[in-house]
């Protein structure tokens, strides 16, 4: 399911690439969009869904130039649509010199299925980073993209613009109630598992 991760732009954003039976889901496209482009020709995929975990300018960037590219539609929680429109929320005014990522195409809200071939893919509203921070669970894959929810050994940060650290622990325990087996693919540094998070992330 996971084709292929790139790690993507001076934040090092990981920019997943999913494909299943011709269709594909690209989650935080950071940057790279030529690196993106080329995947999906090789897997002659065809990209159905660009998924924002969250708004930051770091996992959205390229994602308008994406959408032009491909047609594809751009999804993302119903509460973070006013981040993604607006430049100094979203950083891009500091990082990224103001440029806008557009708009979504499609809102989401929690325990929404999307589907990608034969694959759910399960949105989880995970907000604290930001007010409309979202996972992304494959539970036949047993995978979960968490975007700037948990990373491995660490969770995300609260102290910027929107952020909330009771609803980040609240997020967090949510994640917790998954199987210890099931696959972590975080928006910035290595792969886990939620087992392993449980017994060693010094947050949780
Ligand atoms: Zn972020
Ligand atoms: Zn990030």
């Known amino acids: 399911m996971v084709l292929k991760a790139v790690k993507t732009g001076m934040l090092e954003s990981n920019c997943y690439i999913l494909g299943d039976s011709g269709e594909a889901a690209v989650i935080d496209p950071g940057a790279d ?24 300018f770091d996992h959205v960037a390229e994602g308008d130039k994406l959408r032009k590219e491909t047609g594809a539609k751009v999804v993302i929680h119903e509460d973070e649509a006013p ?11 500091i990082f990224w010199s103001g440029k806008s990522a557009g708009s979504a195409d ?24 930001t007010p409309g921070g979202m996972c992304i669970l494959i539970r036949t894959d047993s995978c979960i993209f968490t975007g700037d929810t948990l990373f491995r050994l660490s969770v995300g940060r609260t102290d910027l613009g929107a952020g909330n ?17 099931v696959k972590v693919y975080p928006g910035h540094g290595p792969s886990t598992q939620i087992g392993y998070e449980r017994k060693n992330n010094p947050w949780l």
């Not at 080329?38 to 990209?47: G, K, M, N, P, R």
């Not at 929690?110 to 759910?120: I, M, Q, T």
């Not at 009771?166 to 210890?180: A, I, T, Y």
């Open 165 to 181: 650290t009771s609803q980040l622990m609240v997020s967090l325990q949510r994640l917790m109630e998954l199987g210890d087996e």
């Open 33 to 56: 969009l030529e690196e993106i482009m080329q995947a999906l020709d090789e897997h002659s995929l065809t990209l159905k869904y660009i998924i924002y975990t969250h708004a930051h």
């Open 83 to 93: 981040i993604l429109e607006d430049p100094i929320l979203n950083g891009s005014a």
């Open 106 to 129: 499609m809102l989401v809200r929690d325990a929404d299925v999307l589907k990608l071939g034969n694959a759910d893919l399960e949105i989880i509203h995970t907000p604290g980073h």
